[in-house]
């Protein structure tokens, strides 16, 4: 019998994780609905032709693909064969594969605003906390099952809304003491306008994914990369120009102003990064014109949340503008624009840093002692009055020695002992322990709930 295991790139949460996750999740969860972010769910699977085709040539190759039921039926042998070569030669086949696990919760999202925008109330914000899965290499900080948390606004095109999302960004890292953190932005029109100027409009695409991984492999590797996609030294040297402006926001702005003068993208967008700046005065925003996300859907500012540089672990969050979104759905006319944060990544971060409150693994408060029989009926009784409060306990499960129970109680983080023999039981007292001082009291049982 092989041992159990985990498929690669997933994980088991245990008590301690989950908690701690559930610390980040709430933080994030209550800054959304401070901003009047209501909370939405969809589906852990997508139909394929949801999510094909919409996150770009690299993203398709990372989506979790399901195959249909069924297709050890000996009447579905020859379509099955026939979809396995098709999907060998690079091509998808609904005989093998109609859903998918979805790889985002932006397409998905894109979709249900679709099928249901004649019932929404516009501008629509909501916010999505579900895993997602992506075939991607595991390594530190990426996973192939994690959970996102997106917040999104549609039926807008005011950017106040980025402001809003740059403010929700940090909001949220300065509760969990991310104090370090860096929020940089582009504008996928500055990108728009670089391959009008370098004369290539048609391949946006090939240097936006290009320069997307700058951080990871380095410039020469870049420049390698746009040229294999067909572009020739002169337009390299203009990119290279574009990627090696630098100084404070103001200063890269006029720079990248000059240098992609006379170009009406280019105009608007700084115009719109300026005011995103300007407005969101106290966000330590960072304009990045190296930023590229390679995502085909952004249309306007992008967003990307890094954590303080002393950690070696890259994106905690991104997002930005996808104005055209819902026409992939035959719906036009509903911009929108949308973030998200990397729970998982955040975790590690926090994990990394010591920022974890130190009580978040307390639960149990009180632990009553198991003295015997007729001792653990009467404290039973004494316990289920003190939970009617609000204050969660749990007795010992059998009578044990004392050693044992005050380690138990040491092991789980528990607060108080609450001891109760045959003697307490009869004056309607019992003896409270603070397991962390050491100071022990007699007290009477209608003054414990206030106690603990």
């Not at 391959?195 to 870049?222: Q, Y």
């Not at 969050?317 to 998982?344: E, H, K, Q, W």
């Amino acid at each position: 019998m092989s041992k159990p295991s985990l498929p690669q790139g997933t994980r088991d949460f245990s008590s301690e994780t989950v908690r701690k996750r559930n610390y980040i999740l709430s933080t994030i969860k209550n800054v959304f609905e401070c901003y009047g972010f209501e909370p939405l769910e969809t589906p852990a699977m997508e139909n394929l032709e949801t999510l094909m085709g919409k996150y770009g040539e690299e993203g398709d190759r990372l989506i979790f693909k399901i195959l249909n039921n069924g297709l050890n039926d000996p009447k579905n042998e020859a379509k099955a064969k026939e979809g396995f070569e098709k999907l060998l030669n690079g091509k998808n086949s609904t005989a093998l594969t109609e859903r998918a696990l979805k790889y985002d919760l932006t397409i998905p999202f894109a979709r249900y605003v679709a099928m249901n925008h004649g019932q929404l109330t516009f501008p629509y914000k909501r916010y999505q906390i579900q895993p997602v899965w992506r075939a991607d290499r595991p390594q530190k900080g990426r996973y192939r099952e994690f959970t996102q948390c997106d917040a999104d606004v549609v039926g807008s095109t005011a950017l106040i809304n980025e402001v809003e999302l740059s403010n929700i960004y940090h909001a949220v890292f300065v509760k969990l003491r991310l104090n370090n953190y860096s929020l940089k932005i582009n504008h996928r029109k500055v990108l728009a306008a670089l391959a009008e100027k370098i004369g290539g409009a048609d391949s946006l695409t090939d240097i936006t994914v290009a320069i997307d991984k700058l951080d990871k492999i380095g410039i020469d590797k870049v420049n390698l990369e746009l040229n294999q996609r067909g572009l020739s030294v002169t337009q390299i040297d203009f990119i290279n120009q574009y990627l090696n402006v630098n100084g404070n926001n103001e200063e890269k702005l006029n720079k990248i102003e000059l240098l992609l003068s006379n170009n009406h993208l280019a105009a608007d967008g700084i115009k719109e990064l300026r005011f995103i700046v300007q407005t969101a005065s106290k966000v330590n925003i960072d304009i990045d014109f190296t930023l590229a996300r390679g995502l085909n859907y952004y249309t306007g500012t992008i967003f990307e949340a890094k954590a303080p540089a002393e950690v070696q672990i890259g994106s905690i969050g991104g997002g930005g503008r996808y104005d055209n979104l819902t026409a992939l759905f035959g719906v036009n006319n509903i911009p929108g624009v949308g973030i998200s944060f990397g729970v998982d990544r955040i975790y590690d971060v926090l994990d990394e840093l010591n920022l974890f409150p130190q009580d978040i693994q307390i639960s149990t408060r009180a632990l009553f002692f198991n003295m015997g029989t007729e001792e653990s009926k009467f404290s039973y009784a004494v316990m289920q009055s003190v939970r009617e409060k609000g204050i969660p306990c749990e007795l010992y499960h059998e009578q044990a020695k004392m050693d044992k129970q005050f380690k138990y109680a040491d092991k789980k983080n528990i607060l108080f002992a609450v001891i109760i023999g045959s003697m307490e039981m009869e004056n309607n007292v019992c003896i409270l322990k603070n397991l962390s001082t050491g100071e022990q009291q007699q007290i009477s049982l209608t003054e414990l709930p206030n106690l603990l």
